[in-house]
């Protein structure tokens, strides 16, 4: 029995560590520059396929991850210059819109480039194998990615806890106005951490491709998830979101262990009840009024 | 003032033209009759959510939730209680707008990001639900076996489309003499403070939240019904109809045509289709790429969307005339 317990912590955490790499950088475009960003996804889904593009070449896995973050990145920055920025002056509906109309882009380009079948990423063979974890046998890529996401979730927080970086970043999602008052690049210090954002979207989306499988679908498909972590974890907020990807990574597994058949609508009924008794999110930011 | 005099008549054709053009489209179309209907039952849903979403500004992703709630209770009604067609119309409005009601209540003292992900989470749910119980929705198969008695008892269902074109027509008129009424109203234009300033609407008196409440329920109501005459008019639901994707292209025809415009649902919703059926033609994929674009355009460059494209013109070319004054 407690073997089972630990499998089944086991799954939704690696679920939830992917779900916090990809969600993490939308919530400081929704926290800091108050953007309605569906697209975030599509960033996620690119990284993905350029991974698999080189994996499936007989590229280094890990150096294809790094490439991901990459092209993610650059993509972000791309498209953060050119046709985000007008945005942020406009109503939330204007940017629901664009980013749609970005995701209907993306997925139309990537569809005519790999086609409308999933796209898989090829793993290292040792990461496929499932290893001996003491009480059980156990997938290593699951494993990894626990490590992975543990490994980046420390260096984030390290990042906006304690650097100098991190400070004004939180002093700009606190109280953008003030911000700029004492002299910060609001601007300059958001575009950084778009591009950030987008570079670690991708490299989720490559190294999550065994779970979140990649198919042209995949940036309209997950964005929906990654949006329930940034709302329920509260916009702006880092242990928000990281709080919310696991425990959505959690109950989702749960529930699909011990409730098959209702999990799905449970997830989303949970999620409706939470924001209707804590609209701001689980962990907003302090000054977020 | 030549122009003056000729206003009143111009608006007057204006107004006849795209009702001209359905019923002109009933006589050319041929085979291509149901892609008409197919229009006609998108414009309407594009239609209720510019209630919602332009006039009254309530941010919203979640309205394939009505659509498809109209569409799989008409499609039930007529399997399990009645193949009446006006029956199962009526019943599909009113669970729909009972949904809407429901719903509202709960999520409309909430906006922006919160209010967003709350309809977001509503219509997954009920995705999700319909998805598993495939005993009541046929699940991935889709809802099938839709019969339906002819309308009045006379004009039946046929394969060419007519009673579906002409049904459909009838049905889009009546909602659009609704909501014509419902923003030239004193309660449209309420909703228009409410979407600019609902501080400011609350500290006049206005109830705010019963306002938009009553809009969302009328809006649900009119994608219910959307819903109902699109499983009429193909005999079939298939789960698609709440996926996110429907609620993103009613937004995308709004958008293309121009928010808070009636007539903005009938110019996007068509160029869309329009759009969609030519470039499939050249690539099974490339629509997805072209419409996606077209919106990025439109959002960026042409706010008011293409019914503004005369006034753009028309600002463009005083501001040139004025330049040249000053010369």
């Known amino acids: 029995m407690l073997s089972f317990i630990l499998t089944v912590l086991l799954d939704g955490i690696s679920y939830g560590m992917i779900l916090f790499l990809i969600s993490v950088g939308l919530t400081v475009t929704m926290g800091l520059m108050r953007v309605v960003n569906l697209a975030h996804g599509a960033f996620a889904m690119i990284g993905g396929y350029v991974a698999g593009y080189l994996t499936q070449r007989g590229g280094n896995f890990y150096l294809s991850t790094i490439a991901a973050a990459i092209a993610a990145g650059a993509m972000g920055a791309v498209s953060e210059m050119t046709v985000l920025r007008p945005l942020y002056r406009k109503g939330e509906l204007a940017q629901v819109l664009l980013t749609i109309g970005m995701v209907f882009v993306a997925t139309g380009t990537i569809t005519e480039l790999f086609g409308a079948f999933p796209y898989p990423v090829v793993f290292p063979d040792y990461l496929t194998r499932p290893i001996n974890i003491g009480f059980r046998e156990y997938p290593a890529y699951r494993l990894f990615l626990i490590a992975v996401g543990a490994v980046i979730a420390a260096a984030l927080w390290f990042l906006v806890e304690r650097s100098i970086y991190g400070a004004r970043l939180r002093a700009a999602v606190d109280n953008a106005r003030m911000a700029r008052a004492v002299g910060m690049d609001v601007n300059f210090l958001f575009t950084g951490t778009f591009i950030v954002g987008c570079a670690l979207a991708g490299f989720g989306g490559a190294i999550g491709a065994g779970i979140l499988s990649l198919e042209p679908a995949y940036a309209l498909k997950y964005v929906v998830l990654f949006l329930v972590v940034v709302a329920v974890g509260g916009e702006g907020s880092f242990e928000g979101s990281f709080v919310a990807a696991m425990a959505l990574g959690i109950i989702d597994t749960v529930g699909k262990y011990f409730v098959p058949l209702a999990a799905p609508y449970l997830l989303y009924a949970a999620v409706f009840v939470l924001l209707l008794w804590r609209p701001r999110g689980l962990l907003p930011p302090k000054s977020v009024a | ?327």
Do not use: C
């Open chain 2, 1 to 327: 003032m030549p122009l003056k005099s000729i206003a009143r008549p111009l608006a007057l054709a204006g107004h006849a033209l795209p009702w001209l053009i359905v019923i002109g489209y009933f006589f050319t179309a041929d085979y291509y009759l149901s892609f008409g209907t197919e229009i006609m039952i998108w414009i309407l849903f594009a239609m209720s959510l510019d209630l919602a979403l332009g006039y009254a500004g309530i941010l919203t992703l979640g309205h394939a939730a009505f659509f498809g709630v109209g569409a799989y209770a008409a499609g039930l009604f007529a399997i399990h209680v009645s193949p009446d067609p006006l029956l199962g119309h009526l019943a599909a409005i009113a669970l729909a707008a009972l949904l809407g009601l429901m719903t509202g209540a709960m999520i409309l003292h909430t906006t922006g990001v919160t209010l967003l992900m709350l309809t977001l989470a509503i219509v997954s749910v009920i995705s999700q639900y319909a998805n598993q119980a495939n005993d009541l929705t046929g699940g991935d198969n889709g809802l099938q076996g839709i019969k339906l008695a002819p309308i009045f008892g006379r004009f039946e269902f046929n394969l060419f489309g007519q009673t579906a074109y002409v049904y459909t027509a009838i049905v889009l008129f009546i909602w659009f003499l609704i909501a014509w009424r419902i923003v030239h109203s004193p309660f449209g234009r309420s909703l228009g403070g409410i979407r600019q300033n609902p501080r400011r609407m609350r500290a006049i008196g206005t109830p705010v939240w019963w306002r938009l409440l009553a809009i969302y329920t009328i809006s649900a109501a009119m994608a219910g019904s959307a819903g109902a005459l699109s499983a009429d008019a193909t005999s079939f639901v298939g789960l698609s109809v709440l996926d996110l994707l429907s609620s993103g292209i009613a937004a995308v025809m709004l958008i293309l045509g121009g928010v808070r415009r009636i007539y903005g649902a009938f110019v996007g919703a068509t160029i869309y289709f329009v759009v969609q059926d030519y470039t499939a033609k050249i690539s099974p994929f490339f629509w997805e790429f072209v419409v996606g674009g077209m919106l990025m355009a439109t959002v960026l460059f042409l706010e008011g969307g293409l019914m503004d494209l005369g006034n753009v013109a028309r600002r463009a070319v005083e501001r040139w005339r004025g330049g040249a004054d000053d010369a």
